[in-house]
């Protein structure tokens, strides 16, 4: 796997959202990137990539795209695909760019499945010097992509955050809760209101998306945090 740049931001910030419980941190980087002024910048490519693609606007829209914000100096990943079996080479290719652009941080959207009828937030960083106004996450196990992130990039500045959901469908609520504590966190100021309103058609789009790439691939299994 490898990264493809047209452009090189200096000292960005990379926001990740690949698909997980709830599709909650592909609904929220979607949303960041129809609210925020993006433009594309590059992909992750790999030919073991599972084929799959959305028409946008008249465009092809690659499966892992690379999305530059200049106001907040941000790169939003976006996965429109599951990357299961992928899991170490696409940490490993997120963490050489990080490392090649000189980034601040890496910023992992996530989501967590609870039983519980309250629906939290939390969050873990390595090296973990931060205060915020949310819950550290002090047990739990964590599976996919972001395992393989940590695990990986142990040295470097990266922070997750985990929304509570109790759906297998896609949670609009759970993504806005992501939008609002990375507003926070970054001092942005992006309205989450619209989210549960605004996501509908793509939530139902996404989901046939999500559909066909498993159709493609039936031996995958699912993975995401546990906790």
């Known amino acids: ?22 599709l909650v941190s592909t609904i929220a ?9 993006v433009e594309v910048i590059g992909y ?17 829209v690659e499966p892992i795209t690379l999305y530059y914000n200049r106001n907040h100096n941000l790169i939003i990943v976006q996965s429109l695909t599951e990357i299961n079996g992928l899991e170490w080479d696409t940490a490993e290719t997120i963490l050489e760019m990080a490392e090649d652009l000189a980034s601040k941080e890496i910023l992992v959207l996530e989501s967590a499945p609870t039983s519980e009828g309250k629906l939290d937030i939390f969050y873990f960083s390595t090296g973990d010097k931060k205060t915020m106004n949310i819950e550290k996450l002090k047990e739990g196990i964590v599976m996919g992509m972001t395992a ?21 469908y896609p949670d609009s609520e759970a993504a806005a809760r992501l939008v609002d504590a990375l507003n926070k966190y970054l ?23 999500m559909e066909k790439a498993k159709d493609m691939n039936p031996s995958n299994k699912d993975l995401g945090y546990i906790g």
């Open 1 to 22: 796997m490898k990264y493809v740049l047209t452009k090189r931001p200096k000292n960005p910030t990379i926001v990740l959202g690949f698909p997980t419980i709830g």
């Open 29 to 37: 980087t979607k949303f960041l990137i129809d609210h925020l002024n």
């Open 44 to 60: 992750l490519e790999s030919e073991k990539i599972i084929p799959l693609t959305a028409i946008h606007k008249s465009k092809i």
């Open 148 to 168: 393989a992130l940590l695990l990986k990039g142990q040295e470097f500045p990266i922070t997750c955050f985990f929304a509570e959901t109790q759906h297998d």
């Open 187 to 209: 001092g942005m100021k992006v309205d989450s209101k619209p989210l549960l309103k605004a996501a509908k058609e793509f939530e139902i789009n996404l989901k046939k998306y």
